[in-house]
């Protein structure tokens, strides 16, 4: 069972930026597609980025031009890179597999307006 560790969440402005991060204990290199959900508060988890082995990525429509999926194999690492991010961006964020097999404790990010 691989173990996800999510990190590089906080409190940021509106049109900041973070880098959030994905460490596995296992190899990740041989996962076809990996992705990162959000869960907002009082709302349901949803599927915001997909890349896949072959390095095709996918995007919610909404945050395609905002946010780039990235994954290091060597490292068995998955980034998410968030800009110009919004109020409506704040939700717990995590990485799994797709579809999601494992889930980690989530990063937290909150953007203020």
């Known amino acids: 069972q691989v173990q996800l560790v999510e990190s590089g969440g906080g409190l940021v402005q509106a049109g900041g930026s973070l880098r959030l991060s994905c460490a596995a204990s296992g190899s990740i290199s041989s996962i076809n597609a990996m992705g990162w959900y959000r869960q907002a508060p009082g709302k349901a988890r949803e599927l915001v980025a997909v890349i896949r082995r072959d390095g095709t990525t996918t995007y919610a429509d909404s945050l395609k031009d905002r946010f780039t999926i990235s994954r290091d194999n060597a490292k068995n690492t998955l980034y998410l890179q968030m800009n110009s991010l919004k109020p409506e961006d704040t939700a717990v964020y995590y990485c799994?597999?797709?579809?999601?097999?494992?889930w980690g404790q989530g990063t937290q990010v909150t953007v203020s307006s």
């Open positions: 799994s597999t797709v579809p999601a097999k494992y």
